[in-house]
Nanobody, 122 residues
Framework: QVQLTESGGGLVQAGGSLRLSCTAS????????MGWYLQAPGKQRELVAA???????NYADSVKGRFTISRDNAKNMVYLQMNSLKPEDTGVYYC????????????????WGQGTQVTVSS
């Protein structure tokens, strides 16, 4: 059983920054790719960033150059540093364990956190 717990969301003005954290338990964390997904209001959940078990990052085009995903295998944690935030970054951010890259798309893993709300005001 995998448990994921996110934290760090909140309300921020456009141009501001937030850092999301996800703590993982009950899994061989260092052997698992991790991802952050955004579910914007009225939209499907979409991958924002993923990081391989060896630390190679991947980003959605919409966040490249603004967001940075990182992981600390010693602490079983994954982070999402979000800079230059835009109103369109608003939504619930979910941590996901085990996303898989199939080249043209990512398939999410089976385990999700409860989500953390990010609201960016204009």
């Amino acid at each position: 059983q995998v448990q994921l717990t996110e934290s760090g969301g909140g309300l921020v003005q456009a141009g501001g920054s937030l850092r999301l954290s996800c703590t993982a338990s009950g899994t061989a964390f260092k052997l698992t790719a991790m991802g952050w997904y955004l579910q914007a209001p009225g939209k499907q959940r979409e991958l924002v960033a993923a990081i391989s078990r060896v630390g190679i990052p991947n980003y959605a085009d919409s966040v490249k150059g603004r967001f940075t995903i990182s992981r600390d295998n010693a602490k079983n944690m994954v982070y999402l540093q979000m800079n230059s935030l835009k109103p369109e970054d608003t939504g619930v951010y979910y941590c996901n364990a085990g996303p898989t890259n199939y080249g043209s798309y990512w398939d999410s893993g089976n385990y999700w956190g409860q989500g953390t709300q990010v609201t960016v005001s204009s």
